[in-house]
């Protein structure tokens, strides 16, 4: 027992020397404060992803059962189960009470603006 508990420690030990800090490289020639003052040059991009029970068209969004039925290709999976994830989630189409949270119906249509 006390040869495993030895093992894990050298283990952890080589795994905590290993890791890299991230700062700059041992053969460059940057100062620390020109990295932090250096203005990033990095772009952010915005992705917004599709959930499959909305079309957004302009400002508005629409989104429900009706919408997923008709966007996917197999109607039949938005009840069976085991869907691939790909279908949606079955909160995507839940109405929640927005006081407690809970589950009060289900979104056949919904239009937001």
């Known amino acids: 027992m006390k040869s495993i508990l030895t093992l894990f ?45 909305e079309i957004t068209a302009g400002r508005i969004t629409l989104s429900g059962i009706v919408v997923e039925a008709v966007k996917i290709d197999n109607a039949l999976q938005l009840i069976n189960p085991f869907a691939p994830a790909s279908y949606g989630s079955a909160a995507d189409n839940t109405a929640r009470d927005p006081i407690t949270g809970k589950a009060s119906g289900l979104k056949v249509f919904a239009i937001r603006f």
């Open 9 to 53: 420690a050298a283990l952890w030990v080589v795994a905590a020397n290993a890791q890299n800090t991230g700062g700059a490289s041992a053969n460059s020639h940057e100062s620390p404060q020109s990295l932090l003052t250096a203005p990033s040059t990095e772009t952010l991009i915005n992705l917004k992803l599709s959930k499959p029970n």
